[in-house]
Each structure stands twice: as C-alpha cells, then as structure tokens.
C-alpha cells in the first residue's frame, strides 16, 4: 500500500503539460530561506532562518542555477543540542533536456558550518534528474532527484556510493508578462555518514530540509 501514493502523483503529473524549453533567460532574486537540520540522531535537532539568494539561466537544451543561502540554525527545546550555528551553502546544478519533461542534472553542494565543529561542514558532487511541468498560464513546477557522490565531511565520515540523496520541489509563477518571478522552493538532503572508533563502525547520518521563498528579476 505503501507505493500507491507516490504511484498516484506520477499518473497525475503524467498528464499535465510539460514546461516547454524557452528559448533564453536569465533571472536572479533574494529569498528567505527556512531550515530543519538533524545530525547522529533526532535529538540533535536545530531549526532556524536566513536570508538567500538564486540566480539561473537557460539557453537552447543547457540551463544552470545557483543557489545560496546563510541560515542561522538554534538547537529545539527539549532536544540535546546547546549551541548555536550558522551554515552557509553553496548549490549548483547544471542541466541538460532530454525529452518530454525530462532535464538530467549535474551539480554540487557545499556547506560551511560555523563554529567548524558545532556541526558538519559538507561537500559533494550531486547528479540526478529533473521534471518540470507547466501547471498553466506563467506558473511552473519542477521536481528533481538524485544521489550525492564523494562526500567529505569535516569532522571525518564515510558515506556509501548509495548513501547520500536529494530531493527537492520548485514552483515558479510569473508576473508583469514575465519580468518578474515568485519563487518557492523546497531541498531534502540525507548523507547516510559512518564514522569509526577504531574497533566498530557507528551510525553518524546528517539531514537537511531547506524551504525557500522570494522573488526574481528575469531578463
């Protein structure tokens, strides 16, 4: 029962028009940004804010965009974390279409905590796919998937070939015949991290989810 869900969204996105390629454009905005950060286990919990920044272009089958954010996370009542942290990251993410809706990705991520040691400072390659549909007149939506290869963490770590995915929902509505862009954003990021005590391998997994909001100026 359990896939009937997710088996449900795809037959319904399967027929709403797909976004078609435009021919250029670049735009670039502030957001505000949301975070929910988790690390080892749920009881080192932060949630926090911050401001952010997006910028894309798209030009024939190829389109880029890059996303930064500083957010200032604070440990949840009643969890075990004390101190807080800002985390500043880095996302890109190339694409190239394919066919129907279908764009592949490529890209990376990195984020900088800071104190350094007060969480996980973290970097990886990312690939994955992306869908993007246009729901109707100057509003679109897109959902992107992929898996984090290479990971390094500052605090030390492994993470498997499989162990570290994304996911993310993006919408975009259009304004003033195009020249202005709402946006709204939502990243899910999951490193499966190891870490060793020199006899045993012990559990160590990081989770982020990042929402977004703002506007953009397109060109």
Not at 178 to 193: A, C, E, L
Request: glycine share 14%; no cysteine.
């Amino acid at each position: 029962m359990r896939f009937v869900a997710p088996a449900a969204v795809v037959m319904t996105l399967s027929i709403i028009p797909t976004f078609q390629l435009s021919g250029q454009h670049f735009s670039i905005g502030p957001q505000i940004v949301f975070g929910d950060y988790r690390e080892v286990s749920p009881d080192l919990h932060y949630q926090g804010g911050g401001i952010g920044a997006n910028a894309s272009v798209e030009w024939k089958k190829f389109s880029a965009d890059v996303a930064l954010s500083k957010v200032q996370y604070k440990p949840v009542v009643g969890g075990a974390a004390t101190a807080v942290f800002n985390a500043s990251e880095v996302d890109v993410r190339l694409r190239y279409y394919i066919s129907g809706p279908v764009s592949a990705e490529l890209g990376m991520i990195n984020r900088k905590a800071d104190p350094e040691f007060e969480a996980q400072s973290v970097g990886a390659i990312t690939a994955g796919a992306q869908m993007a549909y246009l729901l109707g007149p100057g509003v679109r939506m897109a959902l992107r998937g992929g898996l984090m290869f290479g990971a390094k963490y500052s605090g030390g770590g492994t993470t498997s070939g499989l162990g570290a995915l994304q996911l993310g929902l993006g919408l975009t509505v259009d304004a003033l015949r195009g020249r202005v862009r709402f946006t709204g954003d939502y990243g899910f990021q999951r490193f499966s991290r190891e870490t060793s005590n020199g006899s045993t391998t012990l559990p160590a997994p990081i989770q982020q989810s990042l929402g977004r909001i703002g506007f953009a100026i397109a060109f």
